[in-house]
């Protein structure tokens, strides 16, 4: 199938092939026939997978098509949880929409609002939003979204996760009662569903993968060892494999801040973005990496869904995410648009619990390797598989990176983890 089978105009056929895509995602193939025919959808989809073209094409078709308005009211609003993602789909609208006489903006906290307010002035046919700045303007009189035809709210599990009930239940009320809504969420639970219920009417459902799985072209690793060694792996695998561009996730602000400095002391070039950090060294940060100015990029789960990077090969959990869900998403900033990538997860014995979570919601079973001269103090030998013939052997000495090339391995667990967990296929694609 090809994007002009799925109906959509020439001026979005051109933009489309100026980015170089030729081929729909299994997202984009069963959402975009959907969207255009008016209907609300409910949207099962993983990051990387290209869902954000699935909703921003149809929207860009449906909004040419409209009558024009001699002021331009908001008439398409779209709600997402952060400002890094709401900056990515922003990009996104105006790639596909450079051929269309359409207006957007983003919007989003942490920044002066008197260019935002100007910009409403002049007025938008699309507002992507982050719902904080968004309640507040409104409150303040400066939006009106009486006009709003299309409501998206993307990464609705994160809206749960960071607390926006309250805030998605009043932007609601803004809204008119006849509009499409379509959402959409890389994860479902009871909470998704209920939220679902209150927003779509006789919704569609669309599916490209299985709910809570990974993406199948991501070399999963989970490797046990201690916390306090960590840092010192971290730089050997980056300096030993020559790696360029590697982002990693910590749980806590302190904890990046604190491995940022110590990569920079080792000469390896690192910023840290996270809840603490204002906008615009963010904006920075995420700018510098993707040129590959800075080789490391250290973020917390704030950034796990806004950081869309082509070919970005190598992901670290420098510390395991203790819900489940936020595994999923870190780990989909790479192997994103089909491209092979590697996650590696470094473990310690108090992570072994977040694990095993995160193993019953992905329905895969994780094989963990142990590094010669990194070993964990405590080891569960049932979790270990280790080759015949060295049993009970320890070494001290150290080991090449475990994704160097064949015959560096020194470790005691060769077979890595399976890729994957489900039938996945490839596609474009609070604070804490």
């Known amino acids: 199938m090809t994007f002009k089978d799925l109906g959509l105009s020439n001026a979005l056929l051109k933009a489309i092939e100026e980015k170089g895509y030729t081929k729909p995602s299994p997202i984009q193939e069963k959402a975009i026939p959907k969207v255009l025919e008016g209907s609300d959808v409910l949207a ?29 009211p908001i008439r398409s609003l779209i709600v997402t949880p952060t400002r890094e993602l709401a900056a990515q789909i922003q990009q996104n609208v105006k790639e596909y929409g450079k051929h269309m006489d359409i207006k957007s903006m983003v919007m989003f906290g942490g920044v002066k609002q008197k260019p935002q307010v100007a910009q409403l002035r002049e007025g938008v046919d699309i507002l992507i939003a982050t719902p904080g700045r968004l309640i507040d303007l409104n409150n303040q009189g400066f939006i009106d979204l009486k ?17 926006f009930v309250r805030d998605i239940q009043i932007i609601m009320t803004l809204l008119p009662e006849r509009r499409q809504n379509l959402l959409f969420s890389a994860t479902f639970s009871k909470e998704i569903r209920k939220l679902a219920n209150g927003i779509l009417t006789n919704p569609v459902s669309v ?16 490797i046990r060892m201690d916390k306090p060694r960590k840092t010192a792996f971290t730089i050997k695998m980056i300096e030993e494999g020559d790696w360029q561009q590697v982002l990693i996730f910590t749980r806590t602000k302190h904890g990046a801040n604190k491995l940022c400095e110590k990569l920079n002391n ?14 615009n060294h963010r904006t920075k940060a995420l700018a510098q990496f993707k040129k590959g100015e800075v080789r490391v990029l250290v973020a917390t789960d704030i950034a796990a869904r806004g950081i869309d990077i082509p070919l970005l090969p190598h ?22 648009a089909g491209a092979n990538g590697v996650a590696i997860s470094l473990v310690d014995n108090d992570e072994l619990m977040y694990i095993r979570d995160i193993e019953k919601l992905t329905r895969q079973k994780f094989e963990k390797e142990v590094i010669e001269g990194f070993e964990p103090t405590h080891i569960n030998e049932a979790d270990i598989k280790r080759p015949k013939g060295n049993q009970g052997q320890r070494s001290n000495r150290g080991s090449k990176n475990p994704n160097s090339k064949p015959g560096n391995k020194k470790h005691y667990h060769t077979n890595n983890s399976k890729k994957g967990g489900g039938n996945r296929g490839g596609g474009n694609s609070g604070k804490r």
């Open 147 to 163: 006009k709003v035809k299309v409501f998206v709210l993307d990464e609705a599990d994160r809206m749960l996760d960071m607390g």
């Open 207 to 222: 599916e490209a993968t299985p709910e809570n799985t990974t993406v199948e072209v991501i070399k999963q690793k989970i």
């Open 44 to 72: 099962s989809a993983q990051t990387g997978t290209g869902k954000t073209a699935g909703f921003v094409l149809p929207i860009l078709q449906l909004l040419d098509n409209d009558v024009d308005y001699r002021k331009r």
């Open 315 to 336: 992901v670290i959990n420098f510390e395991i995410p203790n819900i489940s869900e936020d595994y999923v998403h870190r780990i989909g900033r790479t192997g994103r």
């Open 266 to 279: 080792k000469k390896i070039s690192a910023m840290a973005i996270h809840g603490n950090k204002s906008q």
